[in-house]
């Protein structure tokens, strides 16, 4: 059986920091691309972040050079570490299983209010 598990969530100021993992069992976790997705209230999901197994990175124009995306194979972990957060990162966050085949995890809120 498949399981994706976020974790990291939580209530943060403006500016401030939170690191987000994933953790995964059931799947060969090594040759994965994986990803980070989120969605907003009212918004469709959009990706944030993909890695791929050999740890090459791609990010979404908004969270460039504010989040990076890492994964340690040894745990079966993908982490995204956030840092500068806004209002309008505030969404639920999903970890993504991309490939072979596509797997989700059930989310993590993460909200960004003073």
């Known amino acids: 059986q498949v399981q994706l598990v976020e974790s990291g969530g939580g209530l943060v100021q403006p500016g401030g920091s939170l690191r987000l993992s994933c953790a995964a069992s059931?799947?060969?976790?090594?040759?994965?691309?994986m990803g980070w997705y989120r969605q907003a209230p009212g918004k469709q999901r959009e990706l944030v972040a993909v890695?791929?197994?050999?740890?090459?990175?791609k990010y979404a124009d908004s969270v460039k050079g504010r989040f990076t995306i890492s994964r340690d194979n040894a745990k079966n972990t993908m982490y995204l570490q956030m840092n500068s957060l806004k209002p309008e990162d505030t969404a639920v966050y999903y970890c993504?299983?991309?490939?072979?085949?596509?797997?989700w995890g059930q989310g993590t809120q993460v909200t960004v209010s003073s």
């Open positions: 890695i791929t197994s050999g740890s090459s990175t």
């Open positions: 059931g799947i060969s976790f090594s040759v994965y691309v």
């Open positions: 993504h299983a991309q490939s072979p085949n596509p797997y």
